[in-house]
């Protein structure tokens, strides 16, 4: 069972942005790796753009806050149980992904806005990467931030960091219970791991940011103030202190392919294990991930490569692109429990139900199977994977380079044809190894 100590609790996630010149073509691109609970199962949700009446309340993961006139459409990856997402981009090119973070301020148990639900508001009311940061900002000045993040009746709390990216710059926000800073990245690559990491370049902030620390007695008030260095907790756990690697081998790996980031290279740069990036250690690992080409030219689309599955070096990257056919791919979407859903049922998340999808449940069979004795049928799946996924990232080329007009009707059902398909190769090498093992056993 989970502790809510920090002490013990492995957290980490790492996201990526290159803003160009960083960029080897003239597009923003965005990548997370989100690092979670080991059996967490995460889900893509489509959800069109919606109007609601004045006066609408809108139920998040565990409380209500007021909903606005109109919501921008969304693609999330998140963890089936909750309202909100890890990650995701907005129909405008905004995307967003969030992490754990722990600081001075303490972390409350009490049930508020999780910071995955601030990251799916901000997607549905921001048009620009700005615009969703004062959405967040706003939400967490009024309702807070807290309750527990993870389906377990062992409470699990942290305050959050995030990277917003839209077509023309990236922001890191990053928080302290209500308080916060910002950076804006005009230019260059930037990741954020698990820790604060504005030290003096701060764009924006919260108007009682200084002299909250000030009364606190964490800084002086004289000099220059450092928001990472005030309010990082004195003495870090090993958690965070891992983190700290994650983040310079982060760092690192952007800055050898400064001025040639491409898709591919963060898509690589999430499937690296050597760093941590990629994770796998104890009762954690890498659920899901994205990467999202976000292009200069506002006549292009843009293009978000999400998995929906764990382990990003053995998942498809598959291309998801808003357009008149975008629609929910049921093979990733996760059952529903209703009113008996245990985190719905008080007191919260005391049983567990099966919230395997279709892709997952067929990815998870396939990988069991090839491991076992089939190290040939292994390598045949992962070239299946490689192939598909090189096909989605051709198909992305194209588009961004103007080879390729599709209908908008085609580009919205783009994803579900990939997932179709992957799901496809699971079933096949499942149908194929279930035939020997039963030709063996005759």
Known sequence: MMSSSIHDTPCSCDCLVSVPPASAIPAVIF?????????????VVFVPAGTHPPGSRLQCTYIEVEQVSKTHAVILSRPSWLWGAEMGANEHGVCIGNEAVWTKEPVGEGEALLGMDLLRLALERGSTAQEALHVITGLLERYGQGGSCREDPMPFCYHNTFLLADRTEAWVLETAGRLWAAQRIQGGARNISNQLSIGTDISAEH???RSH???QGWWSGQGAFDFAQVFSLTQQPVRMEAAKARFRAGRELLQKWQGNITAEVMMDILRNKESGICMDSGGFRTTASMVS??????????VHFLTATPDPSRSVFKPFIFGVGATQAPQVLSPTFGVQDPVRTLPRFQTQVDRRHMLYRG???ALGLMESEQQEQGQQLRQKQRVLEQEGLEAARGLLAGEQTPAHQELGGLF??????ESQAYTELSTKLLLAQGGAGS
Request: hydrophobic content about 30%; overall charge negative.
């Open 363 to 365: 990815q998870q069979v």
């Open 293 to 302: 080409i976000l292009p200069r030219d506002p006549t292009r689309p843009c």
């Open 207 to 209: 108007p009682e940011l």
């Open 416 to 421: 579900q044809a990939f997932v179709e398909r």
């Open 213 to 215: 620390a000030q009364a």
């Open 31 to 43: 990548a997370k790796n989100s690092d979670r609970p080991r059996d967490e199962v995460q889900e």
